[in-house]
Structures are given as structure tokens and as C-alpha cells.
């Protein structure tokens, strides 16, 4: 597993257990990784140095080559979105009432919630990944390209050279990458959607995916969306 060569820095904003997966992950590939919590770092720059990561400001995260957003939905509205103008946005985030509190906003067919992040970070290209399977799955089910029993991750975006640098991080951290379709697809992706949860193969999860409309969480999105 190879860095992006486009790609050499990741910075994650959020030191929960997502964020210290995929830090992990990304340290293992060769990248060069930057974590923020909410703000002073001091409190997990000594674990998050012993995984080969640097604990940094928001801000600092948010000028890496790409940034990876591990943090609760509701707290969207805190990110730096003028220091990650320009950026690529890897939307990890997911809505859960539990965490979140009851948010319709955050639960509305008519749009998925990276199109909400989008909308939010205007100057920066969001690409929904990393947000469908468990973060002890991302850790155990990491394999090298070519590997028997690789799993997917799907990821959705509407530019197709952004989906293409995803792609790579995706391989490179250890899974088969598996384009859903634009950004408004990541729907498909989020709680109530059957790939939701998802440690499967990539042929499994296209399955998935291709099977959406007819589920009950597709008719209910497409019934929102026909309106």
C-alpha cells in the first residue's frame, strides 16, 4: 500500500476512535498524518505521536493536502471552512440522535448529509467515504491490494478527478475503493441505508448499493425527492 502520489499529507479533524483509526491506517500507507481535536492538542499528542501521527490546531490540520472530517454531524457547523477552502474533504461523519440529539435537519431525505456539509464548506470539494463501516472493521479488515477477502468502501462525489485522488486513498489504506455516484448518492451510504454498516466485498457492496431504490429507505428518498 503506496501513498497518493498527489496526496502526501492527511490531516484528520477528530481524535475520537474513527479518527485514531484512520490516522492509523494512514501511517501505515506512508502518509504523513495531522490530527486536531477541539482545541489544545496537548492532550493527545502523546498518543497520537505513538501511532507515527502529529497532534495539531484545527487550523493546522485543515491546510493538509487532503482532510478526512471524523467528527459528530451536529458539530459540522464548527469547522474551519475558511482554512479548508480549496480543499479536498473526505466526509467520514454520520448522523446519530444519540450523539447529535434530535436533529431533522440531519435526517432529511430530500438531501444527503454531505451535500449539507457541502453547502456548509463552500470553497472546499467534499467526497462522502469512510462513513459506512465500523471503525473495529476498518481496523481488522485492512489488506493490501489484491488481497483474498478485501473489503470495499464506497465512497460519492461529483468531480471525478477528486473521486480518482479518493480512490487512491481508499486502495492505499487498505480496501477496495467503490464509486457510488455523486455526491448526493452518499445517501445510500448513511444510517437506514442497507450498505450502511457494509464489511463486505466489493461486488457485494455494489449489490448494495444497485439495490437501494427498491429498498425501503430508497422509496422513501425517492418519494422525498419526486415531490
Do not use: C
Not at 448494495?208 to 419526486?226: C, K, T, Y
Amino acid at each position: 500500500m503506496q501513498p497518493s502520489p498527489t496526496i502526501r499529507t492527511l490531516g484528520i479533524l477528530g481524535a475520537g476512535r474513527l479518527g485514531t483509526v484512520l490516522a492509523r491506517l494512514a501511517v501505515t500507507a506512508g502518509y504523513r498524518v495531522l490530527v486536531a481535536r477541539s482545541g489544545d492538542p496537548a492532550p493527545i499528542a502523546r498518543a497520537v505521536a505513538s501511532i507515527g501521527a502529529t497532534a495539531v490546531l484545527p487550523e493546522d490540520a485543515a491546510e493538509a493536502d487532503a482532510v478526512v472530517l471524523a467528527l459528530p454531524l451536529g458539530r459540522h457547523t464548527d469547522l474551519p471552512a475558511e482554512r479548508l477552502r480549496g480543499r479536498l474533504v473526505l466526509d467520514a461523519m454520520n448522523y446519530w440522535w444519540g450523539a447529535d440529539g434530535i436533529r431533522p435537519d440531519l435526517d432529511d431525505p430530500h438531501t444527503s448529509t454531505s451535500e449539507t456539509v457541502q453547502r456548509l464548506l463552500s470553497g472546499s470539494r467534499v467526497v462522502k467515504a469512510f462513513n459506512h463501516m465500523g471503525y473495529h472493521e476498518l481496523e481488522d479488515e485492512a489488506r493490501p491490494p489484491g488481497a483474498e477477502g478485501r473489503k470495499a468502501i464506497a465512497i460519492a462525489g461529483d468531480d471525478p478527478r477528486d473521486l480518482a485522488a479518493v480512490t487512491e486513498i481508499v486502495d492505499a489504506l487498505g480496501f477496495d475503493p467503490v464509486v457510488a455516484g455523486p455526491l448526493s448518492s452518499g445517501i445510500m451510504l448513511e444510517p437506514g441505508a442497507e450498505a450502511f454498516g457494509a464489511d463486505v466485498p466489493a461486488a457485494e457492496l455494489r449489490a448494495m448499493l444497485e439495490a437501494f431504490p427498491s429498498s425501503q429507505r430508497g422509496i422513501i428518498v425517492a418519494r422525498a425527492r419526486h415531490r
